[in-house]
Structures are given as structure tokens and as C-alpha cells.
């Protein structure tokens, strides 16, 4: 195929590709709303700032899965529901401790989501009642299996889930072996009902088309895991640490965005495919980030993130996006680094659960269509001619390159007829032997 022809199909109207599907419109949702240009977030018509400045993880995924906020019974009622679930199958603990020392915590999260779906009685039941009661598992099973991938992967043994703490403070008392701080307890509430939903974004788009094959909530958790873990997505909080680290001191942040620079690199952390302005979310973790720093006498990491955020602005105009401060929130908070994306898992498993549930409630299978711009249509070579068949074109390619050279050179040569006839003759004896015809001329320039 010509470079022409393949130009032609990529600009051909009907099929215009929007890389990324960027802008493109897939769902009507009523779950949460992206301003890019306002930078705005809203769950179910709540502002995330009111939900971060007076709600809870527990009442702000009620209102995600439910659509409105609960009162005091449904509460009560949904807690009970999230606590009853807090134990993970021992099937499930059993295939954690058999895992390689070393992995990273986001593949054993992925692979345990999956096991815990095959020890589910409910996996395969689609009802819309049996659906709500895998989010609920799910949701709620989520912090102790990250909990417990953590402490085994440091040689420590899992800590069985206490009823009488918050959702937020049990994950930090099985991560830790101490009940926490209300200080602690309250900021690791406040990453959750930040992170838990964020529109049409990579993992719930994926979530969401794994839903309307049918397939079970498992499976489009599973893919969903799997969609955050790349540094491009939730991945880029424990890359933002990694940056932190390798940067150490205030002074050398503006010679390190000068590298990056330099070297046409990614500054993680930054950049939003949505937002224009500030994340919204940001806010709220950078504040909370800073409160740590002092509270800890150590605003060193907080100190480097402000100097970088200013610097990147400056420098490339991307404001700093939700894995910017919770990089180093979270670092303060004594939370490994490799764990941050299971972090932030075990929040947004509410956002794609509840996005799972209102895709199942107007299916219609996701199925985007592709701009072919690959070679037209030839003809199949057995697998025996295709050695000589290759190696004929290139000599057919030789002797008529060396033709042209030594025409110019004698300002004489064989007339157009005649290379024709040469250069058809390597295909006809292919024909003799066996019979196979030469694939789409165009196909070979
Ligand atoms: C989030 C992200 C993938 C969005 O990408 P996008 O939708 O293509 O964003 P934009 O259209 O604004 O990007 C346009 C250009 O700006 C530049 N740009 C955007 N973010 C950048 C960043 N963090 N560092 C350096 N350059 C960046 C790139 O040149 C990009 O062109 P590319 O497509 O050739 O890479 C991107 O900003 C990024 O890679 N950020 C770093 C990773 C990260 O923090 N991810 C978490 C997101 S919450």
C-alpha cells in the first residue's frame, strides 16, 4: 500500500479516528460530572469539596451507588452491610501468601479480585439484587486484601478487620496493627471519598465495556484494576513519589525540570485529559499535605512538591492533578509507595461498581469501530512459497534499481516494454510451479 492511499483512508470523512476517543461521548451518566474548563467535580449533584469538607467514605459511595445521600437508618444499615463483608475468603488469603515475594501490589490486587470472584456464590447471578451485593463485597473486601498484600509482602502476618472502626480506619488498622490516629483515620477518609469517582475515565471505561459484553462484575473489576495501574493513570502517584525521592532537596527541583525537559520527558503527577485549570481534588490533598508535614516536623516532601508544582506550571502550563499530593500526603502518612495505586483501588471501586450498575440498568454492547489503514486485500501465499516469493521481490527490486542506474549512466537502457516483460517473468515461473498467483500489485510498491 501507498503512503498515498494510506493518507487518504485517515483523512477519509466518514471515518475520522479522534485519538484517545478525546471529547467523544460514550454514556449518559448520572453518577458524577468532569468540568475541565471550571474544574469542577460533582457526585450525583454534590460539590467534592462540601462531600470532602463534611461527608464520609461510607455516606459518599451510598450516594454514588444509591444517588442520594442515605439518612441516618440507611446509614446505619449500609455500615452494617460494609462490615459484614470486611473478611476475605481464606481461599483468597491462601492464594495472597502464595504469590512471589517482589510483585507488585497492584498485579496481586488484580489477581485477587479474581480469586475472590470464583469463591463467590453470587458471580455468575446477574440480578440487579446479586449485583449490588458483589459491590458491597467488593467494596468492603478491597481494603483487606490490600491490607494484607502489603504486610505479607513485608513478612507480616494479615490482620483480621475490627467492626467497631470507620471503613477508612479499619484499612489503616489492618495496614498498620494499631488502631490509627483520628487525625490519620480522618485523611485516609478523605483520599477515599476523593478518589472513588471521576466520570468516563480509563479503568471505569473499561469496567464499563467488560460490563455490557454481560460478562460478571468481577471480570470488569478485574480489567478495571488493571486499566489504573499504568503510570498514565492511577499508576502516577507512586511514580510522583519515585520523582520526589530522586529530586531530594528544593534546590535541585528547577534543574530537574530542566532535564526533563531536555530529554522531552513526562512530568508525573501533571496534566489532566479533562482539566484545563486545577483539579479540583488537588486542593484538598495538597492542604492536607501540608498539615502533615508540620504535624510530622518534616514539610521537606511538601516543601519539594510546591517548588515542582510552580516550576512544571511555569514551565510546560499542566497544572498538578490528583496523584500529585496524595503522592506525598500519603508518603507522610506511612504508606509505601507501590501501594499507592491500591489506594487508590479500594476507593474507586465504588465509582466503577456504580458505573457497572447504571451500564447493566440501558445495555447496549460498546463496540467503536476502526479506520483500516493496513494493506488491501491480497491473496494467501502456502507457507512453502512465501521464502521464495519474498526473495524473488527483493531481486526484482535489485535488478530494476541496477537497470535505472546503469540507464542513467549510458543515457541508454531497455525500452518500458521490456522491463515489464523482465520483470514479470520471476512471477510467471511461480505461477508454473505451483500454481500461485501474484498477491495486489499495489500491495507490493
Ligand atoms: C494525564 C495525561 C495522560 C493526559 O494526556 P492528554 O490527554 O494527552 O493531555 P493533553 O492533551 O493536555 O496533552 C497534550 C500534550 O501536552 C504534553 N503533556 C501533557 N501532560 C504532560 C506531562 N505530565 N508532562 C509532559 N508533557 C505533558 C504532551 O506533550 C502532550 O502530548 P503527547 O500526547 O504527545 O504526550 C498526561 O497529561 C500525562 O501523561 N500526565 C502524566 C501522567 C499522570 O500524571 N497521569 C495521571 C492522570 S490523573
Redesign the pocket.
Known amino acids: 500500500m501507498t503512503v498515498d492511499s494510506i493518507q487518504d483512508k485517515t483523512c477519509s470523512a466518514e471515518k475520522m479516528v479522534t485519538k484517545?476517543l478525546?471529547g467523544v461521548v460514550a454514556a449518559d451518566t448520572t453518577i458524577s460530572d468532569v468540568d475541565g474548563d471550571l474544574g469542577k467535580l460533582i457526585y450525583r449533584g454534590y460539590s467534592i469539596d462540601d462531600l470532602a469538607n463534611f461527608s464520609t467514605f461510607e455516606e459518599t459511595a451510598y450516594l454514588l451507588l444509591k444517588g442520594e445521600l442515605p439518612d441516618q437508618k440507611q446509614r446505619a444499615d449500609f455500615n452494617t452491610l460494609l462490615v459484614h463483608h470486611r473478611e476475605i475468603e481464606p481461599q483468597v488469603l491462601h492464594f495472597l501468601r502464595t504469590l512471589p515475594r517482589g510483585i507488585p501490589p497492584m498485579t496481586a490486587l488484580r489477581s485477587a479480585v479474581s480469586v475472590s470472584g470464583a469463591y463467590d456464590p453470587l458471580a455468575e447471578d446477574e440480578s440487579p439484587a446479586a449485583n449490588f451485593q458483589k459491590t458491597i463485597r467488593l467494596t468492603s473486601e478491597m481494603t483487606t486484601i490490600v491490607a494484607a498484600i502489603r504486610r505479607l509482602s513485608v513478612g507480616l502476618e494479615p490482620v483480621s478487620p475490627r467492626a467497631d472502626l470507620s471503613h477508612a480506619g479499619n484499612f489503616l488498622y489492618m495496614l498498620n496493627g494499631v488502631a490509627p490516629s483520628s487525625d490519620a483515620e480522618k485523611a485516609m477518609d478523605l483520599i477515599l471519598i476523593l478518589h472513588a469517582e471521576h466520570g468516563l475515565n480509563a479503568s471505569t471505561f473499561a469496567a464499563r465495556v467488560i460490563a455490557a459484553t454481560l460478562s460478571d462484575m468481577y471480570s470488569s473489576v478485574t480489567g478495571a484494576i488493571s486499566a489504573l495501574k499504568g503510570?498514565?493513570?492511577g499508576g502516577?502517584n507512586t511514580e510522583v513519589l519515585k520523582t520526589l525521592m530522586q529530586v531530594g532537596t528544593v534546590e535541585n527541583v528547577i534543574p530537574w525540570v530542566e532535564g526533563v525537559r531536555a530529554k522531552k520527558g513526562?512530568?508525573?503527577?501533571?496534566?489532566?485529559?479533562v482539566y484545563k485549570v486545577e483539579d479540583p481534588r488537588a486542593a484538598h490533598l495538597k492542604e492536607l499535605s501540608r498539615r502533615l508535614g508540620i504535624e510530622t516536623s518534616n514539610t521537606k516532601w511538601y516543601d519539594i512538591s510546591i517548588a515542582m508544582e510552580q516550576a512544571v506550571l511555569a514551565s510546560?502550563h499542566?497544572h498538578c492533578?490528583?496523584?500529585f499530593y496524595s503522592a506525598s500526603l500519603q508518603h507522610y502518612m506511612g504508606i509505601p509507595g507501590d501501594l499507592f495505586t491500591c489506594v487508590f483501588a479500594a476507593s474507586r471501586i465504588v465509582g466503577w461498581c456504580a458505573h457497572v450498575l447504571e451500564q447493566l440498568h440501558d445495555n447496549k454492547i460498546i463496540r467503536p469501530s476502526s479506520n483500516y489503514v493496513g494493506p488491501a486485500e491480497r491473496k494467501y501465499l502456502p507457507i512453502a512459497r512465501r521464502v521464495w516469493f519474498g526473495w524473488l521481490l527483493r531481486a526484482k527490486s535489485f535488478v530494476l534499481r541496477t537497470r535505472c542506474v546503469c540507464h542513467n549512466l549510458t543515457k541508454g537502457g531497455v525500452t518500458e516494454a521490456e522491463r515489464l516483460q523482465d520483470s514479470s517473468a520471476g512471477d510467471d515461473r511461480i505461477a508454473k510451479r505451483g500454481g500461485v498467483t501474484e498477491p495486489n500489485s499495489s500491495v507490493m510498491q
Open positions: 484517545g478525546k503510570p498514565l493513570h502516577a513526562k512530568f508525573m503527577g501533571f496534566g489532566h485529559a510546560i499542566k492533578n490528583v496523584d
